[in-house]
Nanobody, 128 residues
Framework: QVQLVESGGRLVQAGGSLRVSCEAS????????MGWFRQAPGTEREFVAA????????YYADSVKGRFTISRDNAKNTVYLEMNNLKSEDTAEYFC?????????????????????WGQGTQVTVSS
């Protein structure tokens, strides 16, 4: 079993930056693909970013490309999402997800159904 706990979400002004974290426990996630999704009120869950187990490959939604950066520190069993130049449209609850080892292109991690474990989310609110 893998438990994922997101943290770092808060209120931030538009144009600002924020880093949210996803700490895993139960077992090492060094061999897992990891992803971030978000969901705003009244909307469906949306893919944000994904990263391969080694951290060598990343994939981003067009809406955040160039502004967000996903990274991981396998020694700390933690995945991060650095968000820059935040916009009001980024307001959402952000979820971390983990996929058991997969030997495929990281782009498959854009799909929610590929993940085995999910965190409970952390709220990010961007004020205008």
């Amino acid at each position: 079993q893998v438990q994922l706990v997101e943290s770092g979400g808060r209120l931030v002004q538009a144009g600002g930056s924020l880093r949210v974290s996803c700490e895993a426990s139960g077992r090492t996630i060094s061999s897992y693909g990891m992803g971030w999704f978000r969901q705003a009120p009244g909307t469906e869950r949306e893919f944000v970013a994904a990263i391969s187990s080694s951290g060598s490959t990343t994939y981003y939604a067009d809406s955040v490309k160039g502004r967000f950066t996903i990274s991981r520190d396998n020694a700390k069993n933690t995945v991060y999402l650095e968000m820059n130049n935040l916009k009001s449209e980024d307001t959402a609850e952000y979820f971390c997800a983990a996929r058991t080892p997969i030997y495929d292109s990281v782009c498959v991690l854009q799909y929610s159904y590929t993940y085995d474990y999910w965190g409970q989310g952390t709220q990010v609110t961007v004020s205008s």
